[in-house]
């Protein structure tokens, strides 16, 4: 059914003798998110969107908006108005997250138009996941409009829209302007040689040009990996400009290729590096880029790396790994990396494989292990559902497991860097609340039998290390730090060993492509309002245990895929 919008009601009473003093504040603050909210362009795009003509050069238009929508400064009395443009900003992300799998722009023109196989059904389902995105987009936008029309009349916003639509399209036209600057493209009438001379200095001109431009893009994504907020629009242009070029684009680093937006580009880099990330981000990109640079800047043929990139060089063939462990703090990802260069006796290979970054382990008893990092909880850009979701797709592992710390439950049985597995999840953030009294909704979903199987029969076989314990745990978005919250959850599930906030995201994606999935957490508090105490310290004894129990485990009796 469609969703009815929300009646709007006024967030102050009536007798509140400072309504139109937050109303006015409200005004002021509507008023300047609007000056940067180009809603024609927008409208215009989500329009294109729906009949699967994605703009990429025009999705960023509203960063501006975006980044004062979620500054600290930013603040609405009127919380019926922030629910709606939450709800856009979200959807609006959303569409192009999940539109990026599903369209395609392979000429370069800026357009990314629907690229899919009538015999693929997983891309479908994101194509629809796509249109549900967009149309949510549309509805969301159109009730944040209603409302303003109606709570703030005096607000002119068909003359916001004109003003800020203008400084966007002026905007666009400087960057197109800017891109022509550094290429020198302008010329004086006292600049046109003899027709036998003309063929050499053309050359060398656009040698010149395209060094600048290489040089410019790779100055842009060094910001970027360094803190820096590099000119967003001007990344997409130029990059365009040099993709559609088939020898130039072949020479550029296999991430450029991919990455259409800085925002792509951020979430390849972001992970790749544990310690001193500056200075490593700024080198890896010196030497990805010194190929194509030293090839233009002695006018020599340029190299052909569309076929020696990280995620094909390794193997002529996808890299298909028997298990793949997901980790989201530094902590669980350095216990890890260490733990498995420990054992195997070599540094993890870093492969790069559809704008995502992953880390080849090597192999344990013959199991092949790969490693991908999370953002926190499962949901959103980054979450647990969507990194394990995208490894699925590229790796096609046997299994995945999350691995890193959780929160105990019984501070008198449990201690610090007891191993946590589950054998059941419990989401506790579906519920339904009645009057006086909440009830938690939704199946109790089993984690692979496998996996359980595997880690039971080595816990009680051979495991000399902390106390392991097999049950349900729950999982849900919050970070537990409470402990009369936490007793509410147990009230819920008094049979709960731990819990943590990944664990849905990975039985969904799990779940949706019949892969082996399980729990391996190890405690590092008791969700009792003292997390920050001895906190690193607590968390890297704790995701060691959790670590060192799975080595071992593999050394124990190998994992291999099912055949």
């Given at each position: 059914m469609p969703r009815t919008p929300p009646t709007p009601v006024p967030d102050a009473p009536n007798d509140d003798p400072h309504r139109e003093t937050k109303r006015q504040g409200d005004l002021r603050v509507i008023k300047d998110l609007f000056s940067v909210f180009p809603r024609p362009v927008v409208e215009w795009v989500l329009d294109e969107a729906a009949y699967d003509r994605i703009h990429v050069d025009h999705i960023d238009c509203l960063d501006s908006a975006e980044r004062k929508f979620q500054s600290l400064l930013f603040h609405l009395y009127d919380s019926t108005l922030r629910r709606l443009l939450e709800e856009f900003f979200a959807q609006w992300d959303k569409a192009w997250d999940v539109g990026r799998m599903s369209h395609d722009d392979p000429l370069h023109r800026g357009v990314a138009t629907l690229s899919l196989s009538e015999t693929d059904p997983s891309g479908w389902d994101e194509h629809d996941k796509y249109c549900k995105h967009v149309g949510h987009a549309r509805r969301s936008m159109a009730e944040f409009t209603k409302h303003v029309h109606e709570h703030f009349p005096e607000f002119d916003l068909a003359e916001s829209d004109a003003e800020a639509s203008k400084k966007y399209w002026e905007f666009v036209e400087d960057i197109e302007r800017r891109v022509q600057e550094l290429s020198g493209e302008s010329k004086s009438d006292g600049d046109i040689k003899e027709p036998d001379s003309m063929d050499r200095t053309m050359s060398e001109d656009a040698t010149?040009?395209?060094?600048?431009?290489?040089?410019?893009?790779?100055?842009?994504?060094?910001?970027?990996?360094?803190?820096?907020?590099?000119?967003?629009?001007?990344?997409?242009?130029?990059?365009?400009?040099?993709?559609?070029?088939?020898?130039?684009?072949?020479?550029?680093?296999?991430f450029v290729r991919k990455c259409g937006t800085i925002r792509e580009f951020w979430n390849f880099i972001k992970p790749m590096f544990e310690t001193d990330k500056y200075r490593q981000r700024t080198e890896y990109l010196q030497q990805?880029?010194?190929?194509?640079?030293?090839?233009?800047?002695?006018?020599?043929?340029?190299?052909?790396?569309?076929?020696?990139?990280?995620?094909?060089?390794?193997?002529?063939?996808?890299?298909r790994p028997d298990v793949v462990l997901v980790t989201v703090n530094e902590h669980e990802t350095r216990a890890v990396i260490d733990g498995f260069k420990t054992v195997t006796g070599r540094e993890p290979v870093v492969v790069s494989l559809d704008g995502r970054v992953y880390h080849d382990l090597g192999e344990i008893n013959g199991t092949r292990v790969f490693h991908a990092i999370s953002e926190m909880g499962s949901a959103g850009a980054g979450g647990m559902q969507q990194t394990v979701d995208k490894a699925i797709r590229s790796l096609e592992p046997g299994a995945v497991i999350a691995i890193g710390i959780a929160f105990g439950v019984d501070e008198n049985d449990q201690s610090i860097g007891d191993v946590l597995l589950s054998k059941q999840l419990r989401l506790y953030e579906l519920?339904?609340?009645?009057?006086?009294?909440?009830?938690?909704?939704?199946?109790?979903?089993?984690?692979?039998?496998?996996?359980?199987?595997?880690?039971?029969?080595?816990?009680q076989a051979k495991w000399k290390g902390a106390k392991t314990n097999f049950g349900l745990m729950l999982t849900g978005e919050k970070l537990v730090d409470d402990v009369d919250y936490r007793a509410q959850l147990l009230a819920f599930e008094v049979e709960a060993i731990g819990g943590e906030m990944e664990g849905a995201g990975l039985y969904v994606s799990g779940t949706e492509h019949k892969v082996d999935w399980i729990v391996v957490k190890a405690i590092c508090d008791f969700a009792d309002g003292k997390k920050a105490e001895n906190k690193d310290e607590r968390q890297i004894l704790a995701a060691t245990s959790a670590v060192q129990f799975l080595i071992e485990a593999l050394e124990y009796a190998t994992l291999k895929r099912k055949h």
């Open positions: 010149r040009e395209y060094l600048l431009k290489v040089e410019k893009l790779k100055e842009m994504l060094v910001s970027r990996a360094t803190g820096g907020e590099p000119d967003q629009q001007l990344y997409v242009v130029l990059r365009r400009e040099l993709v559609s070029i088939a020898p130039i684009r072949d020479a550029l680093p296999d990805e880029f010194l190929p194509i640079l030293q090839a233009l800047e002695g006018r020599r043929p340029l190299p052909d790396l569309s076929k020696t990139s990280a995620d094909t060089a390794a193997n002529d063939s996808k890299p519920q339904r609340i009645g009057k006086g009294e909440i009830v938690l909704r939704g199946s109790l979903p089993d984690a692979s039998t496998r996996l359980v199987n595997h880690f039971k029969a080595f816990a």
